[in-house]
């Protein structure tokens, strides 16, 4: 059972959290003078008035109001499943701990109490564009793969729940059994964007729903700086795949650099737009090129790759087909070799390559899309998933 000064003092870093949501490095600097949340509403009126001055704003806030008011807080989060960490216990974030403007406390659900917010892993932020391109979600699935296949530690993948880049880092980890924290520009008691509520769902139960927004906060766009820093802080190293020179993902990579946190890019064309911004860090040196899956997993420390040839894989993924006449497993084999050399390919281009007519290439591409070796998109460009 938890001690009543335990919860004492996480009730004052829950306080502290909601005067201090977008001046954390007040509380910050409060709580490391002072020793503890709890010293810092301890505080008697002089002490108070010398430390903050005669006109602060925030003097009179710090009062045992405010933790009431946060200790109330904190037995409804309670009774909805949500849980609160404050700065000062040990189950906060390590990493994130060590940053200037770390939050005082976090919100989050789990589907496993014991859970810290970071998981039980390396945490590792993929992050990118809303606005992704075939090349971003194959390499976002293609990196997340390799993390799950790596022989050393397990990463826990940490991304923020938008659309794009951010939700296929969030679903690739589920589909490879990984770990994965979705850190929200909201309240724990609700998701941002709301279609996304279904995934959201899914990462609470194996992983965590992360913020520092108290409860019934709406998506803001100020918010989603402070949400970044977050991502930034409570990772080992950030990965971002496609980003436009400005945007969110230029932000977080940029708080990571500043925080002394590893940063890679993905490298994309010189006249894409998406990769404008990957190709900006690598040219200033903020971040390291990932050229291959295996460097990228060996230079975060995650071990080694399984060896293997990209196209035998090809190849023995199509045994499945064994039991299908020649021709077939010919097409099959044809549309996969296709689909790997050319990322976004038409299905009226796999016709045509392979001398067939459309409906044929139709049939053996709904197949292989059923049995999710291929993904087709609105307009019928085919992707490979595996």
Same mark, same amino acid.
């Given at each position: 059972?938890?001690?009543?000064?335990?919860?004492?003092?996480?009730?004052?870093?829950?306080?502290?959290?909601?005067? #201090?949501?977008?001046?954390?490095?007040?509380?910050?600097?409060?709580?490391?003078?002072?020793?503890?949340?709890?010293?810092?509403?301890?505080?008697?009126?002089?002490?108070?008035?010398?430390?903050? $001055?005669?006109?602060?704003?925030?003097?009179?806030?710090?009062?045992?109001?405010?933790?009431?008011?946060?200790?109330?807080?904190?037995?409804?989060?309670?009774?909805?499943?949500?849980? #609160?960490?404050?700065?000062?216990?040990?189950?906060?974030?390590?990493?994130?701990?060590?940053?200037?403007?770390?939050?005082?406390?976090?919100?989050? =659900?789990?589907?496993?109490?014991?859970?810290?917010?970071?998981?039980?892993?390396?945490?590792?932020?993929?992050?990118?564009?809303?606005?992704?391109?075939?090349?971003?979600?194959?390499?976002?699935?293609?990196?997340?793969?390799? #993390?799950?296949?790596?022989?050393?530690?397990?990463?826990?993948?940490?991304?923020?729940?938008?659309?794009?880049?951010?939700?296929?880092?969030?679903?690739?980890?589920?589909?490879?059994?990984?770990?994965?924290?979705?850190?929200?520009?909201?309240?724990?008691?609700?998701?941002?964007?709301?279609?996304?509520?279904?995934?959201?769902?899914?990462?609470?139960?194996?992983?965590?729903?992360?913020?520092? #927004?108290?409860?019934?906060?709406?998506?803001?766009?100020?918010?989603? +700086?402070?949400?970044?820093?977050?991502?930034?802080?409570?990772?080992?190293?950030?990965?971002?795949?496609?980003?436009?020179?400005?945007?969110?993902?230029?932000?977080?990579? $940029?708080?990571?650099?500043?925080?002394?946190?590893?940063?890679?890019?993905?490298?994309?064309?010189?006249?894409?737009?998406?990769?404008?911004?990957?190709?900006?860090?690598?040219?200033?040196?903020?971040?390291?090129?990932?050229?291959?899956?295996?460097?990228?997993?060996?230079?975060? !420390?995650?071990?080694?790759?399984?060896?293997?040839?990209?196209?035998?894989?090809?190849?023995?993924?199509?045994?499945?087909?064994?039991?299908?006449?020649?021709?077939?497993?010919?097409?099959?084999?044809?549309?996969?070799?296709?689909?790997?050399?050319?990322?976004?390919?038409?299905?009226?281009?796999?016709?045509?390559? +392979?001398?067939?007519?459309?409906?044929?290439?139709?049939?053996?591409?709904?197949?292989?899309?059923?049995? !999710? +070796?291929?993904?087709?998109? +609105?307009?019928? =460009?085919?992707?490979?998933?595996?």
């Amino acid at each position: 059972m938890e001690r009543r000064d335990e919860f004492e003092e996480r009730a004052c870093c829950c306080a502290l959290n909601g005067i #201090f949501g977008y001046e954390p490095r007040i509380a910050n600097e409060l709580v490391r003078t002072l020793g503890s949340a709890s010293a810092v509403f301890g505080m008697d009126e002089a002490t108070r008035r010398q430390i903050f $001055g005669q006109y602060s704003r925030h003097a009179d806030r710090i009062t045992m109001d405010a933790v009431d008011s946060a200790a109330r807080e904190l037995e409804r989060l309670e009774e909805d499943g949500c849980r #609160f960490v404050g700065l000062t216990e040990d189950a906060y974030p390590p990493l994130l701990k060590e940053c200037e403007d770390a939050p005082a406390g976090l919100y989050f =659900r789990s589907g496993d109490q014991s859970r810290p917010p970071q998981g039980n892993g390396v945490p590792i932020a993929v992050i990118g564009t809303r606005n992704m391109s075939l090349y971003g979600r194959e390499w976002t699935r293609r990196l997340i793969k390799a #993390f799950a296949s790596a022989a050393g530690e397990k990463a826990v993948i940490v991304s923020g729940l938008a659309y794009g880049i951010d939700v296929t880092a969030h679903r690739a980890a589920l589909d490879c059994g990984l770990e994965t924290v979705a850190v929200m520009a909201t309240g724990p008691d609700s998701v941002y964007p709301p279609r996304h509520a279904g995934i959201a769902a899914e990462i609470a139960s194996s992983g965590a729903l992360v913020t520092d #927004f108290p409860p019934g906060t709406e998506p803001k766009n100020v918010n989603f +700086l402070r949400r970044n820093r977050i991502i930034a802080g409570m990772s080992r190293a950030v990965v971002l795949i496609e980003s436009r020179v400005r945007g969110g993902g230029m932000m977080t990579s $940029g708080l990571a650099f500043s925080y002394g946190r590893d940063v890679y890019a993905l490298p994309g064309r010189a006249d894409d737009q998406c990769s404008l911004g990957c190709n900006w860090l690598i040219r200033s040196k903020k971040a390291e090129a990932v050229f291959s899956e295996a460097d990228l997993v060996e230079s975060l !420390g995650l071990g080694k790759l399984p060896r293997g040839d990209p196209e035998k894989s090809a190849g023995n993924v199509m045994e499945r087909y064994a039991d299908r006449d020649g021709k077939t497993v010919e097409r099959l084999a044809g549309i996969l070799s296709a689909v790997r050399k050319k990322r976004g390919i038409s299905l009226d281009e796999l016709a045509s390559g +392979l001398g067939i007519p459309w409906q044929e290439a139709r049939r053996y591409v709904s197949m292989l899309e059923c049995d !999710g +070796l291929i993904q087709v998109d +609105l307009l019928q =460009r085919c992707s490979i998933s595996i």
